[in-house]
């Protein structure tokens, strides 16, 4: 038959296997080695884009096993043929993938990866998560030096005045103003003048429906004399207290024209931020209470933030000659730090039949006051 003539073949001999696998070897050496040496960047330019011709082969012949290490260009698995053809920047930055931290930290990364990898990197400035909006002579400036100390809230120093003046400058330019945060801490300023500003509600409400709101009140009576206080150093001829409280003397009736009254009308301010933001998300810190008690107070405003509480009695100390508490170290200080001269003015004699017509005004909206926040503050006591 003839089939019969079909005789099996024997098996390669020991020798001619040995010998293949070699003649393989050397075959794949110069490629491996290109690979190894394209990932240390330690060749140069022409011999680089050579080395990744290779490797798309080398990719290529391994049927797509994982060759490429990171930092180097990745293409997303299971692309359609017309997203593997794009090239360009466009295209990098959609696949691009960052390596893990344990890498980062053993190897320098490629400036590709600048800003992006934060544990590299110096941070990056971010829109405000909380504000102090609030009031004008209510203890802003204290609160903000004492959160200062903690090493999770960047704040800035200056009141930006973003969301009452320069609001038409846009958030690029707001953003802009903030230091830069690293990922968990807290990007945060103070302006007063938002509490009062009829369109800061919604303007903030419109850059994050999240943010934390902080007022800082103190008694609305002691709160206006303070302001005049702070007007009458910087104009000493205008006119005397008694006489801006009212718009009649004879029938007592109050002007609340006027700022240093208006401001103190808290329960009609809250009205309007209620329009946007829920109670809960805003904090009402006692002014008096910051005075007597700041770590109980920043206790409650590190608790509202999210934060650990870091700041305790053992970084104050009272001044007795200001009669309000300083910090024994400053943010970025080991030096003892109290508020400027401007802080602590004496106030001025006022007429106590005006201060007690003034308690008498403020008595019905410091009640309301109470009710919608639900701390009573003692004003009236």
Known sequence: MAFSRIHKLDPPSRSTSRKAAVMLGSLLAPFILLHILTDRGTLPSPVKASADRTKRL??????????????ADRRTSGAPAEESARTGPELAEESLQLPPPDLVAARKVSPRFAGKVSPLGEGSKKLPRALIIGVKKG??????????????????????????????????????????????????????SYFVTREAPARISAMSRDTKLIVVVRDPVTRAISDYTQTLSKKPDIPSFESLTFKNRTTGLIDTSWSAIQIGIYAKHLDNWLQYFPMDQILFVSGERLISDPAGE????????????????????????????????AEGSSKPHCLGKTKGRTHPNIDPEVVQRLRDFYRPFNMKFYQMTGRFFGWDD
């Open 58 to 71: 080398l990719y290529k012949w391994t049927a797509g096993s994982e060759m490429m290490s990171y930092g």
């Open 139 to 192: 203890g802003t400036r204290a609160l903000l030096e004492f959160l200062r100390v903690h090493p999770d809230v960047r704040a800035v120093g200056a009141e930006p005045h973003f969301f009452d003046r320069h609001y038409t400058n846009g958030l690029e330019w707001y953003r802009e103003l903030m230091p830069k945060t690293l990922e968990g801490q807290i990007t945060m300023e103070k302006t007063p």
């Open 298 to 329: 920043l206790g409650r405003v590190q608790d509202f933030l999210g934060l650990k509480r870091i700041i305790t009695d053992k970084h104050f100390y009272f001044n007795q000659t200001k009669g309000f508490p300083c910090l024994k170290k």
